[in-house]
């Protein structure tokens, strides 16, 4: 048995050029069918662990997937904003354990500014319930302190000490800077994983004073305030984004929800975490379900590549088949041999998928990380992906029963025979 799959390699090695395209074009359908799924399954991992431990994310009045996607991963903006007082009030509520203020609005450099309050560092939890740690340097203590995300530090080559200047508006080219009132770097925070590592938190305090002087999103006309006057002012924030909530008791939750649903000073809405990350999954079913149909499919047409490589090769080799039969090679033995071609060529394909797939994910890892916000994980093949790749094996071998069949019922003399 083993000669019969060497003589195979041999055979596939005589027929080098037909045999390697369709090695690469099985191992472009493979790489294609497991880089979708594991894009997929990674995105899903990385949204799942951007936010633990929080119980309700309070905002203005919108869709739950809207809410969570710019309250948590720093995607789109809100539709309006929440008053102080109304956060002062609903954050006063008995079951109310901790809350957690945000103001979004800013950026810098593409990096989004988020404004918060020191018990960010002390209850944010992110994956199993993990605590943010700083890298160096600590949290904002000064109105002007930043603490920068892990990939914010690494890309600007920021250090603790440096300066650095929020613009105005979250857009990637800002022509309006709060030049006048820049920051200091306070601490760096070590890499989550999640959106985290993408923001510059600054104190709700330093937002206020930075918009101290500013009127309908413009520098206010001869009412420039100096960092210093900043300083002896009252910087109360009078608006903020959203605030995370995680309540004393679970059996709260769905009291509390009504409460800010149901809030008469402004229209609010009060979200689960987990309940609008399964809406978001629901959206985005039917594109990945599109396109693991479009892959399988690629994987298809690979498969069917093969089949007619195979097919169309059999009357060249009519003769050489026969020589086999004639030194004492039997029909079964020849069947065998194509199989043999086929899984090779399987084989040979998924191992050339397999090493474009990982090839590709350290490519793309720095590009999904900039442009979407998560990591993708370059892990060994998991369980479902080793599934789908038998499947795909014995797809390929199952294809070459067709040639190794109509091999199997030529004749010795007909493939003797010369045909004019």
Same mark, same amino acid.
């Given at each position: 048995? *083993?000669?019969?799959?060497?003589?195979?390699?041999? !055979?596939?090695?005589?027929?080098?050029?037909?045999?390697?395209?369709?090695?690469? +074009?099985?191992?472009?359908?493979?790489?294609?069918?497991?880089?979708?799924?594991?894009?997929?399954?990674?995105?899903?991992?990385?949204?799942?662990? *951007?936010?633990?431990?929080?119980?309700?994310?309070?905002?203005?009045?919108?869709?739950?997937?809207?809410?969570?996607?710019?309250?948590?991963?720093?995607?789109? +903006?809100? +539709?309006?904003?929440?008053?102080?007082? !109304?956060?002062? $009030?609903?954050?006063?509520?008995?079951?109310?354990?901790?809350?957690?203020?945000?103001?979004?609005?800013?950026?810098?450099?593409?990096?989004? /500014?988020?404004?918060?309050?020191?018990?960010? @560092?002390?209850?944010?939890?992110?994956?199993?319930?993990?605590?943010?740690?700083?890298?160096?340097?600590?949290?904002?203590?000064?109105?002007?302190?930043? /603490?920068?995300?892990? $990939?914010?530090?690494?890309?600007?080559?920021?250090?603790?000490?440096?300066?650095?200047?929020?613009?105005?508006?979250?857009?990637?080219?800002?022509?309006?800077?709060?030049?006048?009132?820049?920051?200091?770097?306070?601490?760096?925070?070590?890499?989550?994983?999640?959106?985290?590592?993408?923001?510059?938190?600054?104190?709700? $305090?330093?937002?206020?004073?930075?918009?101290?002087?500013?009127?309908?999103?413009?520098?206010?006309?001869?009412? *420039?305030?100096?960092?210093?006057?900043?300083?002896?002012?009252?910087?109360?924030?009078?608006?903020?984004?959203?605030?995370?909530?995680?309540?004393?008791?679970?059996?709260?939750?769905?009291?509390?929800?009504?409460?800010?649903?149901?809030?008469?000073? $402004?229209?609010?809405?009060?979200?689960?975490?987990?309940?609008?990350?399964?809406?978001?999954?629901?959206?985005?079913?039917?594109?990945?379900?599109?396109?693991?149909?479009?892959?399988? @499919?690629? /994987?298809?047409?690979?498969?069917?590549?093969?089949? *007619?490589?195979?097919?169309? +090769?059999?009357?060249?080799?009519?003769?050489?088949?026969?020589?086999?039969?004639?030194?004492?090679?039997?029909?079964?033995?020849?069947?065998?041999?194509?199989?043999?071609?086929?899984?090779?060529?399987?084989?040979?394909?998924?191992?050339?998928?397999?090493?474009?797939?990982?090839?590709?994910?350290?490519?793309?890892?720095?590009? /999904?990380?900039?442009?979407?916000?998560?990591?993708?994980?370059?892990?060994?093949?998991?369980?479902?992906?080793?599934?789908?790749?038998?499947?795909?094996?014995?797809?390929?071998?199952?294809?070459?029963?067709?040639?190794?069949?109509?091999?199997?019922?030529?004749?010795?003399?007909?493939?003797?025979?010369?045909?004019?």
């Amino acid at each position: 048995m *083993t000669a019969i799959f060497t003589l195979a390699l041999k !055979s596939l090695l005589n027929r080098r050029a037909t045999a390697g395209l369709t090695v690469v +074009s099985i191992a472009l359908s493979v790489t294609l069918l497991l880089g979708v799924e594991r894009i997929r399954t990674e995105a899903q991992d990385s949204f799942t662990s *951007t936010i633990s431990g929080t119980d309700l994310i309070i905002g203005a009045r919108s869709s739950p997937v809207q809410l969570l996607l710019y309250s948590v991963f720093r995607i789109g +903006s809100a +539709s309006n904003n929440i008053s102080w007082e !109304s956060y002062q $009030e609903i954050a006063a509520q008995p079951a109310i354990e901790w809350t957690i203020p945000i103001s979004l609005g800013d950026s810098h450099k593409g990096y989004r /500014v988020m404004g918060t309050t020191a018990d960010y @560092f002390t209850h944010f939890r992110y994956g199993r319930k993990q605590r943010l740690e700083f890298d160096r340097g600590l949290p904002f203590a000064d109105l002007y302190d930043a /603490v920068l995300g892990a $990939e914010v530090a690494t890309q600007l080559a920021y250090a603790v000490g440096d300066p650095l200047i929020i613009a105005h508006g979250a857009g990637e080219v800002s022509f309006v800077e709060h030049g006048d009132k820049p920051f200091v770097v306070a601490g760096v925070l070590k890499p989550t994983g999640t959106p985290v590592d993408r923001t510059i938190h600054v104190s709700l $305090e330093g937002i206020e004073a930075i918009h101290i002087d500013w009127q309908s999103g413009m520098p206010a006309q001869g009412q *420039t305030v100096s960092p210093e006057q900043t300083r002896t002012m009252d910087l109360s924030p009078r608006q903020i984004t959203a605030f995370l909530v995680k309540l004393s008791s679970p059996m709260a939750t769905f009291g509390v929800q009504r409460f800010v649903n149901e809030y008469r000073q $402004e229209p609010l809405s009060a979200i689960l975490p987990g309940v609008a990350l399964q809406q978001l999954w629901e959206i985005t079913g039917v594109a990945e379900k599109a396109l693991l149909a479009v892959s399988s @499919f690629v /994987v298809v047409v690979g498969m069917l590549g093969m089949l *007619t490589a195979l097919l169309t +090769s059999l009357n060249e080799r009519r003769r050489e088949m026969a020589i086999l039969r004639s030194i004492g090679a039997r029909p079964l033995h020849i069947f065998i041999l194509i199989i043999g071609e086929a899984m090779a060529i399987t084989l040979l394909g998924i191992g050339l998928g397999i090493l474009l797939l990982y090839g590709l994910l350290m490519l793309a890892k720095p590009l /999904v990380l900039s442009m979407f916000g998560f990591y993708l994980t370059i892990g060994p093949i998991n369980a479902y992906e080793a599934l789908l790749l038998g499947i795909i094996f014995l797809a390929g071998t199952t294809i070459g029963i067709v040639p190794g069949w109509r091999i199997y019922r030529y004749s010795l003399a007909d493939g003797m025979t010369v045909r004019i």
